[in-house]
């Protein structure tokens, strides 16, 4: 298990290693920003990629933290009380302790646990199991987006040139590695509620019935992590955007999201809040019907034909540019991922691997 996690950290680093270097590309571009899954105030490209890249840097400090606590069992004896080795040494502890140190040091490990019983406690495990289900958890969320995006048009995992969507329908492009993220990262994700039950039915000084789960459970959630970083390593390396369908995408949803800007504007010509929100909100419904039906939205051309609002007729047009809704996106996208930002230094450890590691190649 310490070896194996000696393997994930690196793959995990490469893969928020390439999600800040995309987050970086994208980081001035405007895009929808959904709550519910309903249009909400725009973000950017880069700052959605960097969520993503927030939970990963949590999964990354998980694991790194239950590594660096792995210690070994040692010499304890039936029961952990080392009365065996009592009787070795003719009751001399000194050469007890100094015998784990021998062990520890030949297996590789700083020290032994401080309390053992039959075995080192089954809650060592669980602990590692609970920070790659953490990870797997994560790794669904990031493609479940990247799924909902590729359905818009606006973003897409990256696809093979004799890639076949579907048996019978030849203009499908289906995002099948996030799909098998999803599917194995559900897997991971509940791996764990194994290794709970496993801890917390060890009687007293220890059972057998955490043989045959722990023979299969151990190797599966490493070998299930594995694939998850492949997977997204490709993925995360090739994203593609599209940024003419986010672009439109935008203008069907920013003269709604311009609401509350165009009010405070009404508001600076000394016309009532209320009546200006009251005049806005008939007209919002005027077009949201239009848009139900199928048509552009047409909020900014009722507006301009509407002698309610002429005191703003010249200035609508410069309320409809997205980097006006963006807010910080971009200086939190720099400070966060970018030179000398946070996670640079999170991966500095990684940085030999980084320069070293070849993408994944997938065969799909």
């Avoid at 059972?207 to 694939?227: A, K, W």
């Avoid at 986010?246 to 003269?255: C, K, R, V």
């Avoid at 200035?315 to 996106?329: P, V």
Wanted: charged share 25%; net charge neutral; glycine share 6%.
């Amino acid at each position: 298990m310490r070896d194996a996690l000696d393997l994930i950290m690196p793959k995990l680093a490469k893969v928020v290693h390439n999600l800040s270097q995309f987050a970086l590309r994208y980081k001035d571009l405007p895009t929808l920003g959904f709550t519910h899954y309903q249009a909400a105030q725009p973000i950017t490209v880069g700052r959605r990629a960097v969520q993503w890249i927030h939970d990963l840097e949590m999964d990354l400090e998980d694991i790194e933290y239950v590594r660096a606590g792995l210690k070994f069992r040692g010499a304890q004896g039936a029961t952990g009380t080392q009365a065996s080795f009592m009787e070795v040494f003719h009751g001399d502890t000194s050469k007890i302790d100094r015998l784990n140190e021998i062990i520890c040091k030949k297996s590789g490990f700083s020290a032994c646990y401080n309390v053992s019983t039959q075995t080192y406690s089954r809650k060592v495990d669980l602990r590692i199991a609970n920070a790659l289900s953490s990870f797997g958890a994560t790794a669904i969320r990031i493609a479940t987006d990247i799924r909902h995006l590729s359905h818009d048009k606006v973003l897409d995992e990256p696809h093979e040139a004799t890639q076949t969507g579907s048996s019978a329908m030849s203009f499908k492009q289906n995002p099948i590695r996030s799909e098998r993220i999803c599917s194995l990262g559900r897997k991971l994700s509940n791996i764990s509620t194994n290794f709970s039950h496993t801890f917390s039915s060890q009687w007293l000084e220890r059972s057998l019935d955490d043989s045959s789960i722990r023979r299969s459970d151990i190797p599966e959630m490493f070998l299930l992590s594995d694939s998850l970083l492949i997977i997204l390593d490709n993925v995360t390396d090739g994203l593609v955007v599209f940024p003419a369908m986010i672009e439109s995408q935008l203008q069907q949803e920013l003269p709604f999201l311009a609401g509350e800007n165009i009010i405070m504007k009404l508001i600076s010509h000394n016309i009532s809040r209320q009546e200006a929100h009251e005049q806005l909100r008939l007209l919002s419904r005027e077009s949201v019907k239009v848009v139900k039906g199928g048509g552009k939205n047409n909020l900014i051309e009722l507006i301009k034909t509407t002698e309610f609002f002429k005191p703003i007729w010249d200035e609508i047009d410069g309320m409809l540019d997205a980097k006006l809704f963006i807010g910080r996106s971009s200086e939190i996208v720099e400070r966060y991922v970018g030179p000398g930002g946070v996670i640079e230094g999170k991966l500095e450890k990684y940085k030999n691997y980084l320069v070293s590691a070849a993408t994944a190649k997938l065969v799909v």
